[in-house]
């Protein structure tokens, strides 16, 4: 009987404390109510500032489509020192130089119109076109966390896709978002990407540093190849921020 007593003692005993530690946990587990950001209240994970700047919430990007405010505050790189060299083409300034793997050939011709503020930065700029298979890059002498360029090509009547991969090469590592404009498609009232006046900008700025922006054609989305090159490619309009 004393026995029985003592097992029905420490049953009560272990019932108690397992009560107490089933409470401590549920107070202690409380279910995380998620806080919405006011500035992104679609839950798609990105924020649209004016001037054309898409931020990336996950990746901590900003993304610029225009040559706004804020993308004009980034240094220019002037076109003047651009080298032609038997292998490869280099664009420099005093502290920073980019290195094209192709040989390019530079214009500056203000009778055809490049692309339509905001959209560039200047309607009439010096320019620089490449003829390239499928892909041109461009190797920087320093680590950047923001580069932006102008582009065109000429449209044949294939419709196809133009991506810019931005890459840190010591990590060897893309930066995100990896990004894709079409031929054909463009805003309301311009002209299309692929004829005059249809020059994008394509910027990126962050915190993750990189020195390579490889340009990619593709075919008429990103799973068809497309036909392969040569491809004129037309640069202009480069713009920097130096990593710290």
Known sequence: MKTNMIIVLVAVGLLVTLSSCSKEEQASIQPVMEISNPLDPDGDGRIDYPDGEIYIIQDSISLYGQAGTKYLMLKPLILKKYKNAELLDSLCNQDLAIRFDAKGRISHNKSVLWGIKPLVAEEYPSKITFNIGKTLTLRFSK??????????????????????????????????????????????????????????????????????????????????PGSFGPFDITLAGFRYKLAK
């Open 143 to 224: 680590m950047l966390t923001a580069f932006g360029y102008e582009f065109n090509t000429p449209f044949t009547g294939e419709k196809r896709g133009i991506e810019s991969t931005f890459r840190n090469s010591k990590l060897n590592k893309v930066i995100r978002p990896v990004t894709v404009s079409y031929t054909g498609n463009l805003p309301t009232n311009t002209p299309e990407l692929g004829t005059e006046g249809g020059a994008l900008l394509r910027a990126m700025e962050g915190q993750k540093p990189f020195d390579e922006v490889t340009i990619t054609f593709l075919g008429n989305n990103t799973q068809t």
